[in-house]
């Protein structure tokens, strides 16, 4: 295309006849419409605004932008304004100036926008009319029309050569009737059908069928499902008289379409010989990263195939190769913490991995977030003017995948301005005296403040503290040598005074207090709270619950993140919970065996099946729990405080050769296991 694309936005919000209600979405219809029409990432409109002007004004713009045109011009006109219809039918367009009873003098006519497209040179015309056209007059004005009229009878077809013209209105019934002076309901709202059209335009919802352009058809087809999901009860209507499509706009929702693996590399993924497919997999993996998306995604469906019908030794390897490719943001949340009403903060979600993984698009959750895509990634914006706490998704979808980002913080209101000092007066001048020169002495800086604890986070970090230091002098005061120590089971307590320890201290320190030490110190609790032992432990597991009562009170006190629950998202959870259920599995296991023994070992039996609900909870809550951080802490404490209870439990065992104790090495090499993928899952959450 040759030809110019420019566009006319006229928006009249202010009327001087007080019988025209002023509107509040002209102003903002035209700012964000000329935004996405003057981005050249979406389209290329070199775009005019008309704002408040009157009729004579609006006419003069009207009638230049069609006469001085090209045929191979896009010309766009788009009316935000009152729509008012004469006693004898006829449509006019409000201005500034204009006067319900005087429409054919201080209107803009209907039929001369008309005339002006006739005589335009440009094949490619779209005029976009987004007006109010109810309304009721209470008095005093001699004009009066009522029951309905298609608003496209003023631009009727016919007469356009070539590619032609198309008319969208954002509702085509006119019902009003004028009887005074003052208009009986009030129109000042903001445009459903503007602000879908931007929508549209800007997040590339409007290109259906995702070819990477937005035709004219694709963008009325979303504007009727957006305005009547919006409104049920405006219809927007459209006239089009097109030869071929028009495109408006670029869109980044281009589907991609898989290019075909060679035939010999679809012959090895599908070859008898187990080590071929193997050999396979690791190409398609290479190519899984190329540059060419087509041949990206061509890879990753033979891989999906593979990871879902092969043998399980060569599904895991197509599967963590397809892992590579998922669609994953670089970080789960964004925070924007306190954000002062009346600005617009910005920050950007940026996407990891190869170029497939990264050909993603945008969706937000709320209007009040604004996404604008680009390169690998999109800067988002907030538009807030409501105090208090607000959360918000952004939905990434790509070929491979879906993530969702949380966008989360607190609105607070501006500080109230300081009142200007007054200057004081200027001592006079006294006579000189003659000083001995003193050592120079450089100022000093001014202390940073320390960031303030939180009373209730300090409460559980002292409380675990006391658990562990009450655990330590008690254990070896019952034990009188280091052989009785571990007789009699005082060993079983070392693993809860190091998990007591490391809870307290994370409660502690400014860098882990939030998230990392709350969760750790709940997980700990959950599983050691479980009454077992001596009276010595239940007194410890007090300390513990009261110090995970004190860590939630201070997650709850800070509004900066909020808990909630989400689904596993990679291979660390689903590990997560396959040690969960084992050690769960090993201690069912344990208490059959121990009630085959004897009868009478019922009640031990009870404590183990306990302990592996619990544990197969906590592990469950762990993969869910979010910010993510949070999560993993938990899990790590879930998986500390599993490792106590075996411990535990294992010193209750009755030493007869005919308890294997193998569920309890189960439990026991499943629990650790868990501990170990916590540790991957910290490093990759910190990373």
Request: glycine residues 8%.
């Amino acid at each position: 295309m040759t030809g110019e694309r420019r566009a006319l936005i006229i928006a009249n919000g202010e009327y001087d006849n007080p019988g025209l209600s002023a509107l509040r979405s002209p102003a903002a219809d035209a700012e964000a419409l000329a935004e996405v029409l003057a981005d050249r990432a979406v389209s290329e409109f070199d775009v005019q605004v008309v704002r408040d002007e009157t009729a004579h004004v609006i006419a003069g713009r009207v009638e230049d932008l069609f006469a001085d045109s090209a045929p191979d011009d896009v010309l766009l006109v788009h009316f935000s304004c009152h729509g008012l219809k004469s006693e004898s039918g006829e449509l006019f367009f409000a201005a500034r100036n204009t006067r319900p009873e005087r429409l054919a003098s201080t209107a803009v006519p209907a039929d001369f926008v008309q005339r002006c497209m006739r005589m335009s040179r440009s094949r490619s015309i779209v005029l976009l009319l987004d007006c109010c056209y109810g309304g009721a007059f209470s008095q005093g004005v001699a004009v009066r029309a009522t029951g309905e009229a298609n608003v496209l009878d003023a631009f009727p077809g016919g007469g356009f050569g070539g590619r032609g013209r198309a008319v969208i209105t954002a509702s085509n019934s006119i019902e009003y009737a004028f009887e005074g002076d003052q208009l009986a309901d009030d129109h000042a709202r903001p445009s459903v059908f503007t602000s879908a059209l931007v929508d549209g335009l800007r997040t590339g919802d409007a290109d259906r069928d995702e070819d990477g352009w937005i035709a004219l058809g694709e963008l009325y087809d979303y504007l009727f499902d957006s305005v009547r999901e919006r409104n049920p009860n405006q219809t927007p209507s459209r006239d089009i008289e097109m030869q071929g499509e028009l495109y408006l706009a670029r869109s980044r929702r281009r589907r991609i379409k898989p290019s075909p693996v060679p035939a010999d590399l679809r012959a090895a993924s599908e070859d008898p010989n187990m080590f071929t497919r193997l050999g396979a997999v690791t190409e398609l993996q290479r190519r899984l990263t190329s540059e060419n998306l087509s041949v990206a995604i061509g890879a990753h469906e033979v891989l999906t195939t593979m990871a879902q019908t092969d043998i399980r030794h060569i599904a895991e390897a197509a599967e963590v190769a397809r892992a590579e490719a998922r669609v994953r943001a670089e970080s789960e949340v964004v925070r924007f913490g306190e954000v002062v009403r009346g600005t617009r903060p910005v920050a950007r979600v940026r996407l990891a991995g190869p170029p497939i993984a990264r050909a993603c698009h945008f969706a937000s959750s709320h209007s009040w977030l604004r996404v604008t895509e680009d390169g690998d990634g999109a800067e988002i914006s907030l538009e807030l003017s409501e105090l208090g706490a607000f959360d918000g998704r952004i939905t990434v979808t790509g070929p491979t995948g879906e993530v969702v980002v949380r966008v989360e913080g607190q609105v607070v209101a501006e500080p109230a301005p300081m009142p200007p000092s007054r200057p004081e007066p200027a001592p006079k001048p006294a006579p000189p005296v003659e000083i001995p020169e003193a050592p120079v002495v450089e100022p000093a800086r001014p202390v940073e403040a320390a960031p303030k604890s939180e009373p209730f986070a300090v409460a559980a970090g002292l409380l675990a503290f006391a658990a562990a230091v009450y655990l330590v002098p008690i254990s070896f005061a019952l034990s009188h040598s280091m052989e009785d120590f571990f007789e009699d089971g005082g060993w079983t307590v070392v693993p809860l005074v190091f998990f007591a320890t490391a809870a307290g201290i994370a409660m502690i320190l400014p860098n882990t207090r939030r998230m990392v030490g709350p969760g750790a110190l709940c997980g700990l609790a959950l599983l050691s709270a479980i009454p077992s032992g001596p009276a010595l432990l239940v007194l410890t597991s007090g300390c513990l619950l009261a110090g995970a009562v004190c860590a939630l009170i201070a997650v709850r006190r800070d509004r900066s993140f909020r808990l909630g629950l989400g689904k596993p998202k990679n291979l660390l959870a689903v590990a997560a919970l396959v040690a969960g259920a084992g050690s769960a599995i090993g201690l069912v296991a344990e208490a059959i065996e121990l009630i085959d023994y004897s009868s009478s070992r019922a009640d031990e039996a009870a404590v183990y099946l306990v302990v592996s609900v619990v544990l197969l909870i906590g592990t469950l809550l762990g993969v869910l729990l979010r910010p993510a951080a949070f999560g993993v802490a938990f899990l790590g404490g879930v998986a500390g405080g599993g490792i106590v209870m075996v411990c535990v439990l294992s010193y209750a065992m009755p030493s007869s050769s005919s308890v294997t104790g193998v569920g309890w090495w189960i439990a026991l090499g499943a629990v650790l296991a868990l501990a170990v993928v916590t540790g991957f899952a910290a490093r990759e959450v910190k990373s």
